[in-house]
């Protein structure tokens, strides 16, 4: 059973910075590509970035330049430092593998950001 659990999250102002991170249980997690996604109240689940497990990166559009995904396999722990936040950022963060046809969520950490 793969368990994720996401913190760091928390109240920010607008230019600020955040790091967010995804600590995974189970020795396969360097295996697969994590993926941070982001739900805004009434709004659909959407895609932040990625990271394979070689470390190649993806980014949504909207968050090119300002985020940055990382991983450390050492540590079965995915990051996702966030700079130059604007309020249209706040959202709850999710941390997501996906291991054969199984999808995992992790509970989410929420963001702020206040104008």
């Known amino acids: 059973q793969v368990q994720l659990v996401e913190s760091g999250g928390g109240l920010v102002q607008a230019g600020g910075s955040l790091r967010l991170s995804c600590a995974a249980s189970?020795?396969?997690?360097?295996?697969?590509?994590m993926s941070w996604y982001r739900q805004a109240p009434a709004k659909q689940r959407e895609f932040v970035a990625s990271?394979?497990?070689?470390?190649?990166?993806n980014y949504a559009d909207s968050v090119e330049g300002r985020f940055t995904i990382s991983r450390d396999n050492a540590k079965n722990t995915v990051y996702l430092q966030m700079n130059s936040l604007k309020p249209e950022d706040t959202a709850v963060y999710y941390c997501?593998?996906?291991?054969?046809?199984?999808?995992?969520w992790g509970q989410g950490t929420q963001v702020t950001v206040s104008s």
């Open positions: 990271i394979s497990s070689g470390g190649s990166t």
């Open positions: 997501y593998v996906r291991i054969g046809i199984l999808d995992y």
């Open positions: 189970g020795s396969i997690f360097s295996l697969f590509p």
